[in-house]
């Protein structure tokens, strides 16, 4: 069983699978993580029979916590603030949408459409009033749980509800004092004080009661959680008793996922910059591909990406799957297609990273992959070429990057290589040879034998006269993507 079916498999009933962030920097991979995993589970309960759906929280209600480098300097007079209360950095509209939307549309490229809510507006609209109540009602006992549950003392004035300043407009800086009718009355570290509505968004609940007074208003019965939230008197362990003891709502079923790490630089985080945001890996990797990272592992279990030739290691596992389409990855394969029931064939990366540094034109690649007996059309051909083309621009090892060089220049080669060379092209302008790569890597590994060379020694004159390099992409395959006139005249040239 999928390890996504294992999970939902004692769920009945109607389902809401619930995942979030606080949209406070770029949303990067590890943060694909958390709503892959969610739309996993959504689809798990959907193909199980039951009716789910996936909701996505943005905490925006959050206070920005610190001027993150990637901020300019006046960021500094927003810390501390919602973020949805913060100008976005280019001006337009807020922090919170800013880094928000694209990571919305990233999601729909990948098929998952969530009911997008912002914490904000849970506030605004009301819809957390009455439980703002309770908790302020019941407060010391929500004190006695956190710190039973946590471990943790909280402070004598603890208040379990942090208002926003009327005045300096801070969250974090602010203490309730006391709840009046819907009013509560706080003061501030600036010198204001003043009353906050909880019927608005004048002020939110601190994280560890906010989580499961979500689970109760929005109805939550999965939710999918970094492992921050999963220790031991974490978050989850303390919002599952006040859930149940203080807001008589059972807790949803919880799976803690595991980060991913960047091969080579650790864990992502958007406040130290090592991140790749969501939209950037989508711009080399095809959406199917993100999915089966997050898809072919439990979610318990850590993954290291690497964008390098790992990335191309990842597409050929995948390449090899919906080749084989073996049984027992027949579920694996359904849960990685972005739009459901909709299988699409990815022509083959790797080699499309080696033909993007040939040719620029999607029209032509498409007549040279016909050549091979690949019958794909203009639109997929350039889609895929954008992909590769952003995947060697950035990401690429120098040994897999290449240009082809002029017509017409000169390359010093040996004597033997001359020999090579000359019996090659004696070969290629045979008509009937044919121009395909097991027949050129043939001739060629013939031709080298009979002088008595090395094979990979032998290569390194083409290699050399076409591209300046003493290694290439694998040779057969190189040549015959290349239009048989253009290399034979290229290597006359040289000889
Ligand atoms: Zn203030």
């Known amino acids: ?38 739309d996993l589970l959504n689809r798990g309960c959907k193909d199980k029979g039951l009716q789910s759906k996936l909701i ?11 001027k993150y480098p990637f901020l300019p300097e ?5 810390v501390g603030k919602p973020l949805r209360n913060i100008p976005s950095p280019d001006g337009k509209g807020t922090y919170s949408e800013y880094f928000l939307s694209p990571f919305l549309k990233s999601a729909g490229e990948l098929g ?4 997008a809510i912002r914490a904000g507006d849970l506030y605004r609209d009301g819809k957390m009033g009455e439980i703002i109540r309770v908790t302020i009602v019941n407060r010391e006992k929500i004190r006695n749980i956190i710190e039973k549950v946590s471990g943790r003392e909280l402070e004598k004035n603890w ?3 942090n208002p ?36 608005t968004e004048d002020g939110k609940l601190p994280w560890r009661i ?13 939710e999918p959680f970094g492992k921050d939230h ?13 859930a149940e003891e203080i807001f008589d709502y059972p807790a949803p079923l919880p799976l803690m996922f595991e980060r991913i790490l960047l091969k080579g630089k650790g864990a992502m985080h958007s406040s130290t910059g090592i991140v790749i945001p969501a939209s950037e890996i989508l711009s080399f990797c095809p959406p199917e591909i993100v999915r089966f990272l997050m898809a072919r592992v439990p979610s318990t279990r850590h993954i290291e990406f690497d964008p390098g030739m790992g990335f191309l290691s990842l597409m050929d596992e995948y390449q090899r799957m919906i080749k084989e389409q073996k049984e027992e990855e027949s579920r694996l394969i359904e849960l990685t297609i972005p739009v459901k029931g909709k299988a699409q064939k990815i022509l083959d990366y790797r080699h499309m990273a080696t033909l993007v540094q040939i040719y620029s034109d999607a029209r032509k690649l498409v007549d040279v992959l016909k050549r091979t007996g690949i019958d794909a059309t203009t639109e997929e051909v350039s889609k895929l070429m954008k992909l590769a083309r952003h995947w060697i621009d950035n990401y690429a090892p120098d040994t897999f990057k290449f240009s082809i060089l002029p017509a017409k220049q000169d390359v010093a080669i040996s004597e033997v290589e001359r020999e090579i060379i000359s019996d090659f092209v004696a070969w290629a302008s045979k008509t009937d040879s044919t121009w395909e790569a097991t027949e050129i890597h043939n001739a060629i590994h013939n031709i080298i034998k009979a002088h008595g060379t090395e094979p990979s020694e032998g290569f390194k004159a083409f290699y050399k006269i076409l591209i300046g390099k003493e290694r290439g992409p694998r040779l057969g395959f190189f040549l015959s993507a290349m239009d048989r006139k253009t290399v034979i005249e290229r290597l006359r040239y040289v000889i």
């Not at 309730?176 to 600036?190: A, I, N, P, S, T």
């Open 1 to 38: 069983m999928h390890w996504v079916d294992a999970v939902v498999k004692d769920q009945v009933g109607a389902q809401t699978v619930s995942t979030g962030i606080s949209p406070s920097g770029p949303i990067h991979l590890g943060n694909l993580r958390e709503i892959i995993t969610g």
């Open 56 to 66: 996505y929280l943005a905490d925006d209600m959050d206070p920005l916590r610190k």
């Open 74 to 78: 006046e960021y500094e007079l927003q």
């Open 112 to 115: 998952i459409f969530p009911e």
């Open 159 to 161: 208040f379990p509800y």
């Open 164 to 199: 926003v300043c009327s005045s300096c407009g801070r969250i974090n800086t602010t203490v309730g004092l006391e709840l009046k009718g819907d009013l509560v009355e706080y003061k501030c570290k600036c010198g204001n004080s003043g009353d906050a509505n909880i019927f």
């Open 210 to 222: 906010e989580w499961p007074a979500k689970w109760k208003i929005l109805g939550v019965t999965i």
């Open 230 to 242: 999963g220790t031991v008197g974490g978050s989850y362990d303390t919002g599952k008793v006040i």
